[in-house]
């Protein structure tokens, strides 16, 4: 049975809640618990026992190479878990701390489970910009490990919906703190480098990044086929909808004919587009994914609207495609990936 806490989004730090009083606890004796962050649902435990641990991997049917993102609530925990704390992570830590930002720093042997850093000597860290994950953090005064909570595979879960349609009885419960915000995960800098480098696109952006260290290095292989990911959990199949996905790279007049030569052959086709065009296409199924003109919507809508996809009757998806500039570039990562790859450019 998978225990539901309805909590509202700005608890109170000063404030005790017996529903995150009871997740904690749950947490404490090693139990998997899923709650908000800014980006997507976590799904947490105690990243410093095996045993929990095992239960996240299992829970979501993760590789276990696959290294999990350990999750605090202040500054002075870091001390505990990272042999140290470089330059360049100590400015992005004060700029965008609490927030979508995982640094990953050199591992402090023996302190949290090798589950949580898959034998890696480096650990990724974050601390979530949203009242319930610190204040659940607080609460059980542990680092806490978290994926995403959704079943390996899946689009991350932007509701707690979401969270339930992939793991209900899989997990011993779930803290619902309504739609989280940034729609897409943080984004994972390696700061054990001279000069930081980007392995996931994410919340925060390149060029944010760049206003507070200087230059920063994007990991050469997010372009397919170009070297084997840093980031090992980047390697893996991800987001993908039932219905094959095809990111078109040409104008509305691409897909127009796209569609026409579908239907012809008796296929019903859906459409990944924004707010303005979404009246435009004559598809059996259109879904606008935010507005384009702001590219914070797209990323907020766009796991709901992959899942989406599957609540309709379509038997393959064509999908605009987005600059990759700011936010974007996270966007586009996540749309290559539930799309395998797979571009039509006419
Ligand atoms: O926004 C987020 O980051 C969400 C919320 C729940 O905090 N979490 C999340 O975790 O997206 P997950 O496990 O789904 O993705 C973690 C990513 C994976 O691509 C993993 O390979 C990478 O971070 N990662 C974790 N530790 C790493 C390490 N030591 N070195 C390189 N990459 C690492
Ligand atoms: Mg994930």
Known sequence: MTKRWIVETNVDKTQTYPQLVEASNLIKENEVVAFPTETVYGLGANAKSDEAVEKIFKAKGRPSDNPLI????????????????????????????????????????????ERVTAGLDTVGIRMPDHPIALHLIEESGLPIAAPSANRSGK?????????????????????????????????????????????????????????????VLVDPSLKEGEGAPKSPGMKYAHYAPNAPLFLVEGDKKAIDELILEKQAEGLKVGVLTTEERKDDYQAECVIACGKREQLETVAHSLYETLRAFNKRDVDIIFSEVFPLEGVGLAIMNRLQKAAGYRYIKR
């Open 155 to 215: 689009p991350s879960p932007t509701t707690a919906q979401h969270v339930l349609e992939d793991l209900e009885g899989r997990i011993s419960g779930i803290v619902d703190g309504g739609e989280t915000g940034v729609g897409v995960e943080s984004t994972v800098v390696d700061c054990t480098r001279e000069i930081p480098m980007i392995l996931r696109p994410g919340g925060v952006t390149k060029e944010q990044l760049e206003q507070i260290a200087g230059q």
């Open 70 to 113: 350990v999750h605090i609530s202040n500054e002075e925990q870091l001390d505990e878990l990272v042999e140290e704390i470089p330059g360049s992570a100590q400015k992005l830590m004060k700029a965008y701390w609490p927030g979508p930002l995982t640094i990953i720093f050199k591992n402090k042997q023996g302190v949290l489970s």
